[in-house]
């Protein structure tokens, strides 16, 4: 199965990055996209069945799943956009005590890197291409720092569940 796999990601990686790409009009995305596809298609490798032919499925995902991906960043810049916070405004909210002081230590134990593509996403709702470029690292480094910071906000979970969860409305 797994020379299958990799023979379809060979023969399809190009036309559904095209397909992706006439979607979100975004490179990076797009490959993103197709890739989060393959790594599902991986994923269920086993217990998937096809019943239309390969190709038809995989259109058919990628379009979805990039769809998705334009719900998803439309919802964050209307949210980034309510919030309208600058770069500058982040470290005085951070510094300031609120009732909401455990979520601030949390989000203060992050490394500064970590801590400002964590904000820059949640609060300030720019993609992930963007924290990208205006930080000069790749996507999969933003995608990594996401990761990385979203398994330690649940790590402590525990302790404070509801502001983890609320994290974006604690800002205010």
Same mark, same amino acid.
């Given at each position: 199965m797994t020379n299958k796999v990799e023979e379809l990601f060979k023969n399809n990686y190009a036309l559904l990055c095209l397909v992706s790409f006439s979607i979100v009009k975004d490179?990076? !995305? !797009?490959?993103?996209i197709v890739q989060d596809f393959f790594v599902s298609l991986w994923n269920k490798r086993d217990t998937l069945n096809i019943t239309t032919s390969f190709e038809a499925y995989a259109r058919r995902?990628? /379009?979805? %799943?990039s769809l998705l991906y334009l719900e998803k960043e439309k919802k964050v810049k209307k949210m980034g956009h309510e919030l309208d916070l600058g770069r500058e405004d982040i +470290?005085? %909210?951070l510094d300031k005590p /609120? /009732?909401?002081s455990k979520l601030y230590d949390l989000l203060n134990q992050m490394p500064d890197k970590r801590k400002e593509i964590f904000i820059s996403f949640v609060v +300030?709702? /720019?993609s992930y291409s963007e924290i990208a470029e205006s930080n000069g690292v790749s996507i999969n480094t933003v995608k990594t720092q996401m990761k990385r910071a979203y398994a330690f906000l649940r790590t402590h979970k525990k302790q404070d569940f509801i502001s983890v969860i609320l994290i974006s409305c604690s800002f205010f």
């Open positions: 490179r990076d !995305a !797009a490959k993103d995902s990628v /379009k979805n %799943l +470290q005085p %909210l /609120k /009732k909401n +300030q709702g /720019k």
